[in-house]
């Protein structure tokens, strides 16, 4: 299951999947031409897909289309959660209450509905399984006008944590992807304007911004049996800009 699955990091994850021949769920929020596109990719790729309308944010949307997957398919071995709102840039003094608690429920309460319903569908489900969020380095690197990004991320890695070890006895890995600069419409500027990409690459000590298929396999390698040993793990795809920290020092 992979949600936000009709853009960006989340649709490259669900291809990615479909070339290891998986049943893709590919859950979306509002596109459902979008969603077809990205299940059409899955398809393409060897694998099966179907679509489902998802609210990351909200319980009873979740867990309306986790009822609907499993009645199909069963229980689903591997959650995706690359559902997410971006920062918007507005500082602390200036934000409004709603618009911190809709950043807040997507990213973050939208990873715990997300994770409980999975481990709920499970039930007595045995066999290994995985759970995957896409964090940010914005879970450690802060930026101005963040505030309320950064601290879903953060908080996203605590529930990352705390899951990993609650759910490590049933054989569930859960673990963070902490994407840098991923070219998808949450950097729609980047891709239109080269000067302003240009800018931000200039930080990025490989030199440029990343593909959204190169963190898709990244997850592919952390559901597998490759990773077997890998949980409450956060793991940074950033080309090296997280560790440019101290520009001015
Ligand atoms: N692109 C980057 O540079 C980058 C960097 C670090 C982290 N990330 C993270 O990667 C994840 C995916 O982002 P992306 O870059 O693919 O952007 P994107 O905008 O292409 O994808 C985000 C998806 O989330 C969906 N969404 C938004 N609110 C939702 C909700 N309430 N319920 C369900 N779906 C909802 C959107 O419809 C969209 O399909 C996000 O969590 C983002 O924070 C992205």
Redesign the pocket.
Known sequence: MV??????????CAKAFGGEGARVAV?????AA?AERTADAVRAAGGAAMTVQ?????EG?VDAAFAEVERIWGPADVLV??????MTGVPVRDMKLDQWRRLL???LT?AFLTSRRFLTGRGKASGAAAIL??????AYAVRAGGAD?CAA?GGLSNLVETLAIEEAPRGIRVNAI??????????ARAQSDAAYRATLEHNIPLGR??D?SE?ADLAVFLASEKARYITGARIVIDGGLSLMQALGA
Do not use: C, Q, R, W
Not at 3 to 12: D, L, N, R
Not at 81 to 86: D, E
Not at 133 to 138: E, L, R, V
């Open positions: 949600t936000g699955a009709e853009s960006g990091i989340g649709a490259a859950l979306y929020f509002a596109d979008a998802a609210h990351v944010d909200d949307s959660n690359s559902a997410g709102l971006n429920d997507t990213d939208g969020h896409i964090s940010s380095i914005h990004y991320k902490e994407p840098g600069m991923i070219l998808t419409p949450m950097n911004a990343g959204p963190v």
